[in-house]
């Protein structure tokens, strides 16, 4: 009989305890320490039918002995997600994709399993075949190479999983899933590391990438413990408002390529769009030309993006001025009001400021502080700024534009799509020669208010 035994956990982060206590101390939260009943036993491997075979034991190497092949990715047939992942899903790689309640995850990596040309199994424990079969339908009504599966125990799941022999599986989500080895309810602390630990083993041992959907916390974190994200290899964010039709994929975790990447997508009847050329979606068609709007250039991951900054400047009359932001960081707002009253001379403090970043996105880029700048003085004057004008320029607190890096994407895209007119530091190096486009180069906030507004 195997020895059995209870532990605590905390249901925030996970950590574990002999005993019961009020707060976590890891976490330092209130009455999340949980007990479970763990199961202490050998665990055979993922296989039932595996046989145990001796190994030698592993010995150290020198780095300069090792081999490196070429790196073999599997292409998902879908170029947004294939370059958050940095070319696609490596052989034995472990995903894991987040995001709130009906953004799109589930639809997403059906879509995928549905286009892609190899054997895909997708493990669903939260909706029926006929519930999977609808949405089908709707985004791709033909696959012979999509399996449909729904079970939610680890051991049936595999054993199905060696009579198919699928190259790609699909776990939709791991909270559902659970384990004999432990003794507790599916979604609690243990069930989830077990379970991933279970579907780490069978990734290795096979080669076969697997993509996990973790449900998310109330805060906005993948919920389980925070050795979850650690397991893993990638960790995606498929994030989005629902009253928009865009949604964001960023990578926040990624062995295998960078953090930086940005894919974005369409929701429509169909399933997701994909959109390759975010920058016209993301400025309004609007032929007026509109005081308080300023295009910015910015760059996210490896692709430059042109944004369209909204602004509303209006007299204070309850009091203590508005500083509203939507898609900017609020201090920065903040710091930006300070330079302009500053070093520019504009009296902004009796006055109410909104800013707002079209298209729902959120953007930390210092280099929309000017656009962000000449949206506000463009209302506040209520002077239009000329159409075919963009920035992309840093703005310091001594009132300098500064430079900012890779200064000649940004240029070409703003080329790319029309634009007449950039503004960047004068102690930015450009490389382009000839370009198609005017750059303006300035060196403090002084010269963009003359050029702009007289």
């Known amino acids: 009989m195997a020895k059995v035994k209870t532990s605590f956990f905390c249901q925030n982060c996970g950590a574990q305890y002999p005993k019961w206590i009020g707060q976590c101390t890891s976490c330092k939260q209130w009455n999340t320490i949980v007990e479970e009943v763990i199961q202490k036993e050998e665990k055979p491997a993922w296989k039932s039918s ?43 790689s472990l995903t894991l994709l987040g995001g709130e309640p009906g953004i799109g995850k589930s639809t997403l990596l059906l879509q995928i399993a549905l286009k892609l040309p190899y054997k895909t199994l997708y493990v669903s424990g939260e909706e029926s075949q006929k519930q999977i079969k609808m949405r089908a339908d709707r985004i791709l009504p033909s696959s012979e190479n999509c399996f449909i599966l729904t079970e939610t125990k680890t051991q049936n799941i595999f054993q199905q999983i060696t009579s198919l022999e699928p190259d790609l599986v699909i776990i939709d ?11 507790s309810g599916a979604g609690s602390i ?7 630990a279970e579907l780490i083993k069978f990734a290795k041992e096979t080669h076969t990438p697997v993509i996990l959907v973790g449900h998310i916390t109330k805060d906005g974190n993948i919920a389980g413990p925070k050795i979850l994200e650690h397991m893993v290899d990638t960790v995606l964010q498929f994030e989005g408002d629902r009253n928009y039709v865009y949604r964001i ?5 990624n062995r295998f390529g960078s953090t930086a990447e940005l894919g974005i997508y369409e929701m429509q009847g169909s399933g997701l769009r994909e959109v390759n050329n975010p920058s016209e979606v993301l400025i309004s068609k609007n032929d007026e030309n509109l005081s308080g709007t300023a295009i910015a250039a910015t760059v996210e991951g490896m692709r430059p993006l042109l944004i369209e900054i909204q602004a509303l400047v209006s007299s204070a009359v309850y009091g203590t001025p508005q500083r509203s932001a939507t898609g900017f960081n609020a201090k920065r707002l903040n710091m930006l009001l300070a330079v302009l009253e500053k070093r520019a001379g504009f009296k902004l403090g009796a006055k109410d400021v909104f800013l707002n970043i079209t298209g729902g996105i959120s953007v930390d880029d210092p280099a929309i502080d000017l656009a962000v700048m000449a949206s506000i003085l463009s209302s506040n004057s209520d002077i239009p700024i000329e159409k075919g004008v963009c920035f992309a320029a840093e703005v310091g607190l001594a009132g300098e534009i500064r430079p900012v890096q890779r200064v000649d994407q940004r240029i070409l895209e703003a080329e790319k799509l029309g634009f007449s007119t950039i503004y960047v530091s004068k102690n930015n190096k450009i490389g382009l020669k000839n370009p198609n486009i005017q750059v303006q180069l300035v060196s403090k906030i002084e010269d963009v208010v003359s050029h702009l507004f007289g």
């Open 249 to 253: 994929l960023r990578s926040l975790k």
């Open 173 to 183: 989500s791991i909270q559902t899933l659970h384990t004999d080895y432990v003794d």
């Open 50 to 92: 595996a046989t145990p075979t001796s190994k030698r034991a592993g010995s150290p190497i020198r780095l300069s002995e090792i081999t490196q092949e070429k790196e073999l990715r599997l292409d998902t047939q879908d170029m947004e997600f294939n370059r958050v992942l940095g070319g696609g899903l490596v052989p034995g």
């Open 190 to 196: 243990s069930q989830i590391r077990e379970c991933t």
